[in-house]
């Protein structure tokens, strides 16, 4: 018997970033065998140079449309501008993590091949047309985050937390799960491609398929933690290492925002009138839920957490309308987050490498006087998530907003406006401690080379981008042009 490959489309190329990821992690592997433990710290840097490498074969991918391994992933604008995104937080993780890892007694090469790992199944999930793929990318990044939740091995709060997120991400990969056996029972096929042949072609009242969308749904929504799947989310992110929450908090966000727009908005746009107002609700929920329990938190990670559940809900309202523009709206907000909300957990990272063990709000009292540059870049981001002009956050809102307007929808607009007001309570209420005069003596201690220099970067991206959102925009609508 013959197996004809060609009619496979096998094309290492259209993959080559993810691999470069892969091999990077197994070099790792064998590197941290032979690397003393107090020379781990070239762990970080063969992370970061293997991830340069990624990073450079995702740009010929721009521009492309290339289907490939019999149409599960492809190689176009969109996988690239993930690729991009990703990877540069990769990058900026693990030049933060080294002295945090040292201050935590934590520096294991270990966390470098977790974090490469969770890498390469988000990237794979951006570039993913097929659901095989797609849950494929979601189990290779979930199971990597849950040991990197559960990493600080000694403390309590570290395994609580990783324990949380394997049990309800594991009841949310069932819901995933079962919505595709659903969606192929009713289509006869596990491709994109195929599937919205499918929906094109036949009536929109297929029971079967509507509630494999939906189960599928709650499984994405999970992961960008949106409520009413969002219990996980407070818990991990104060429990886990704050140097994997920073990672965690945005680069899982925009992986499944990836997944969710080649699937609603490239796959089902045929029967968007059904499955509008179940994700309408969901970003309603995610935004009252998110900002309104924010306003009561009095530690910082936690507070930053229910701040995610509401930015899952701007980020969702860019895709309810169902077009280029919306989406492009949700593109563009993902960039801003990431850069954002990236800064605003580094800054509690490099507290926390400096030996200062607390994400209480009364510790931050007076940083300003103490730390002025983590008190500074904190200000810039505090003002960019609370969506204050010249910042990016400003113009992640206005898009998604405008997109809004554009598709005469209304009623998640009212909201999403009037919770942005509410979200400048919470968020000034961190500069506003900031800046308050410290309690006891005054005393500096230095950030280190590699995180200030991260720090500079994301708050310089933060306010360049406010200035100059079209650098950006530009290239989120061209990824946003999504086709099969």
Do not use: C
């Not at 063969?46 to 490498?53: H, K, N």
């Not at 690729?83 to 990769?90: A, G, K, M, T």
């Not at 290492?241 to 966000?253: H, L």
């Not at 998640?412 to 406006?417: D, W």
């Amino acid at each position: 018997m013959t197996i004809d490959l060609n009619g496979l489309g096998i094309d290492y190329g259209a993959i080559l970033p993810e691999l470069i990821v892969v091999g990077t992690a197994i070099v790792v592997l064998f590197l941290d065998l032979v690397v003393p433990p107090d020379r781990r710290g070239w762990l970080a840097a063969v992370t970061v140079v293997g991830l340069l490498g990624a990073l450079a074969a995702s740009f010929p991918l721009w521009g492309q449309n290339r289907a490939a391994f019999g149409d599960t992933v492809v190689a176009d604008s969109l996988a690239a501008f993930f690729n991009v995104l990703l990877i540069v937080i990769s990058i900026f993780t693990a030049l933060i993590s080294p002295r945090f890892l040292r201050a935590l007694e934590l520096d294991f090469g270990e966390y470098y091949i977790l974090l490469l790992g969770a890498t390469a199944g988000m990237m794979l999930l951006a570039a993913a047309t097929s659901l095989m793929t797609i849950f494929l990318g979601i189990e290779l990044l979930s199971i990597s985050l849950y040991v990197l939740s559960g990493f600080a091995r000694t403390a309590l709060r570290s395994q609580e937390a990783a324990l949380k997120y394997l049990l309800l991400g594991g009841f949310a990969t069932g819901f995933l799960l079962y919505g595709m056996a659903l969606i192929y029972g009713a289509t006869g096929s596990t491709t994109l491609r195929a599937i919205a042949a499918y929906t094109t072609a036949a009536a929109a009242s297929n029971v079967l398929l509507l509630v494999g969308i939906a189960l599928l749904s709650v499984g994405l929504a999970f992961k960008v933690s949106a409520a009413p799947f969002h219990m996980w989310t407070p818990d991990v992110y104060e429990g886990a290492p704050t140097v994997v929450t920073t990672f965690m908090s945005v680069a899982t966000k925009a992986a499944a925002f990836a997944a969710i727009g080649r699937i609603f908005i490239a796959t089902f746009p045929s029967i968007s009138s059904r499955w509008y107002f179940p994700l309408a609700l969901i970003a309603i929920f995610s935004l009252f839920i998110g900002n309104l329990v924010a306003i009561t938190q009095d530690n910082l990670k936690r507070m930053l957490a229910y701040s995610g559940i509401a930015h899952a809900g701007y980020i969702l309202l860019g895709v309810l309308p169902g077009t280029t523009q919306g989406f492009t709206a949700t593109l563009f907000y993902i960039a801003a987050y990431a850069v954002m909300n990236f800064g605003a957990f580094a800054v509690v990272t490099a507290i926390g490498a400096g030996g200062e063990q607390t994400a209480e709000l009364s510790y931050w009292r007076g940083l300003f006087y103490r730390r002025p540059f983590l008190a500074t870049v904190m200000t810039i981001f505090m003002l960019s998530l609370a969506g204050i002009p010249p910042t990016v956050g400003f113009f992640a809102k206005l898009f998604v907003f405008q997109a809004l307007v554009t598709a005469q929808i209304w009623a998640p607009l009212v909201v999403a406006v009037i919770m942005t007001i509410v979200s400048f309570y919470y968020y000034l209420r961190v500069i506003v401690v900031m800046l308050a005069q410290p309690d006891g003596a005054v005393t500096e201690s230095r950030v280190g080379f590699s995180t200030s220099s991260v720090l500079g970067a994301a708050a310089v991206a933060t306010v360049f981008l406010g200035l100059f959102p079209a650098v950006v925009l530009d290239w989120a609508s061209h990824a946003a042009s999504l086709h099969f």
